[in-house]
């Protein structure tokens, strides 16, 4: 495979990443740092976004850094993908769509020597994009009412280094370290009979972030996998500009840049997981729980509660070696169910997503990996809002072999 290819899919992703801006639709996304991002690698999308004791033969595995333990030796790896959502709210007197299109990873991975094996990732890590419109207010003591408007966009992404190596023929470790950042754009639009006043506040945060992993093989059918992410507090500040129209005139009233605000605390995240192989049949199951409670945060929106994550993922292929290209494609699907970390009015926000994917190879070594997930999130119950997701996730892996010695006779 050319080697330029990727050097210049490098530069098209970056670009048109850097144009992107974390979209979401949800109004969940209102709560904290917006809601997480479904981002991953391709193979594990079409799992049930498993992947905490699977190699990372098919490609880069975000799920534990233990895995590219277990990349080909002088392999190099560029993986890249995007994401197609298609979201329906239903809820009193609701009932909306909307489409919004993202990246979901950006991956550069390699194994030098068969000694150990790493990546540099960009991604998203929370998307935010809400929007209130028309909610009337009366002004006090007084019979007028003013309309407000309220828009939200923005979110978070990291920049993260993988890093596993094999310490035992069967157990392999890893390190990963975390850079977030990213910002929060509100604004706010308050309208009466005779101005408009506009707020505009921005909020910023960053901080760092470690993890551990590791992967044991009981035998040639029976694989573990461990995680763990430490709790970090993200530091935040904000810029807000306050004008107003009136008589077609514009003026600022307020202005105010680097003001402190509250710190975000992420919380210990623990994963488990497992997998195991009947003849060309790959079953999966991982369990996530995220301590959000020991992190005494509070909202004027909901109360911050443990998050469960149950997953499990399936996958056949005829025969994975083979020369024929039928018998090399991978069959996938997969069950998640998240039990989420926003409680509002005592109800949890949950989803249930059901999905299903495909592995083409491209060439040897590549592959172009497409995936469908189905989700549904929250209820109707109370003041809250339904929303089913339709996500289609398009992945492409694209391998080589950079690292061997040249031979001459």
């Given at each position: 495979?050319?080697?330029?290819?990727?050097?210049?899919?490098?530069?098209?992703?970056?670009?048109?990443?850097?144009?992107s801006n974390n979209?979401?639709s949800s109004p969940?996304?209102?709560?904290?740092?917006?809601?997480e991002?479904?981002?991953?690698t391709g193979r594990?999308?079409?799992l049930g976004?498993?992947g905490?004791?699977l190699e990372?033969k098919?490609?880069?595995?975000?799920y534990n850094?233990?895995?590219l333990?277990s990349l080909?030796?002088n392999e190099f790896?560029?993986?890249f993908?995007?994401s197609?959502e298609?979201m329906?709210?239903t809820?009193d007197?609701?009932s909306?769509q909307?489409?919004?299109y993202n990246?979901?990873?950006?991956?550069?991975?390699f194994?030098s020597g068969?000694?150990y094996g790493?990546a540099?990732?960009?991604k998203p890590a929370t998307?935010?994009?809400?929007s209130?419109?028309g909610?009337?207010s009366n002004?006090e003591g007084?019979?007028?009412?003013?309309n407000?408007?309220?828009?939200?966009?923005g979110?978070?992404n990291?920049?993260?280094l993988?890093?596993?190596?094999?310490?035992a023929?069967?157990?392999?470790?890893g390190?990963?370290?975390?850079?977030?950042?990213?910002?929060?754009?509100e604004d706010?639009?308050?309208?009466?009979t005779?101005s408009y006043?506009?707020?505009?506040?921005?909020?910023?945060?960053s901080g760092?972030?470690?993890?551990?992993g590791?992967q044991?093989d009981?035998?040639?059918k029976h694989?573990?996998g461990?995680?763990?992410?430490?709790?970090t507090?993200?530091k935040?500040y904000?810029?807000v500009?306050?004008?107003?129209?009136s008589?077609?005139?514009?003026?600022?009233?307020?202005e105010?840049e680097?003001e402190?605000i509250?710190n975000?605390h992420l919380?210990l995240?623990?994963?488990?997981g497992?997998?195991?192989?009947?003849?060309?049949?790959?079953?999966?199951?991982?369990y996530?729980?995220?301590?959000w409670?020991?992190t005494d945060q509070?909202?004027?929106?909901?109360?911050y509660s443990?998050?469960?994550i149950y997953?499990?993922?399936a996958?056949y292929?005829?025969?994975?070696t083979?020369?024929k290209?039928w018998?090399?494609v991978?069959?996938?699907?997969?069950?998640?169910?998240?039990s989420?970390?926003?409680?509002?009015d005592?109800?949890k926000i949950?989803?249930?997503?059901?999905?299903v994917?495909i592995g083409?190879?491209?060439?040897?070594?590549?592959l172009?990996?497409i995936?469908y997930?189905?989700?549904?999130?929250?209820t109707t119950?109370s003041?809250?809002v339904k929303e089913?997701?339709?996500?289609?996730?398009i992945?492409i892996?694209?391998s080589?072999?950079?690292?061997q010695k040249?031979?001459?006779?």
């Open positions: 495979m050319n080697k330029y290819l990727i050097i210049i899919a490098t530069f098209f992703v970056l670009n048109s990443y850097s144009q979209l979401t969940y996304s209102l709560f904290g740092l917006g809601v991002s479904n981002s991953g594990n999308s079409g976004n498993t905490i004791s990372a098919y490609g880069i595995n975000l850094p233990a895995s333990a080909t030796p790896v560029f993986d993908g995007g197609i298609y329906q709210f809820g007197d609701l909306e909307n489409t919004t990246f979901t990873n950006i991956s550069f991975g194994n068969d000694n790493m540099l990732t960009l998307n935010v994009g809400y209130l419109i909610i009337e002004i007084s019979d007028e009412q003013f407000t408007n309220i828009e939200g966009s979110g978070l990291e920049v993260r993988d890093y596993g190596r094999n310490i023929d069967n157990l392999s470790v390190i990963k370290a975390s850079y977030l950042f990213g910002k929060i754009e706010e639009s308050i309208i009466t005779d006043l506009e707020i505009a506040e921005t909020n910023y945060y760092a972030r470690l993890g551990l590791a044991y009981l035998s040639e694989h573990f461990f995680t763990v992410d430490f709790p507090t993200l935040g904000k810029d500009v306050i004008g107003k129209y008589n077609y005139a514009y003026t600022i009233l307020e105010t680097d402190s509250d975000f919380p995240q623990l994963g488990f497992y997998s195991t192989k009947f003849n060309n049949l790959l079953l999966s199951a991982d996530n729980k995220s301590f409670s020991s509070t909202d004027a929106i909901g109360d443990n998050q469960d997953s499990f993922g996958s292929a005829v025969d994975p083979s020369y290209y018998k090399r991978d069959f996938r699907m997969g069950l998640n169910y998240n989420g970390y926003l409680k509002v005592d109800t949950d989803t249930y997503t059901a999905s994917g083409l190879p491209v060439g040897r070594r590549s172009l990996n995936s997930a189905l989700g549904k999130k929250g119950e003041i809250l089913y997701v339709n996500t289609l996730n992945n892996t694209l080589d072999l950079w690292f040249r031979k001459y006779d």
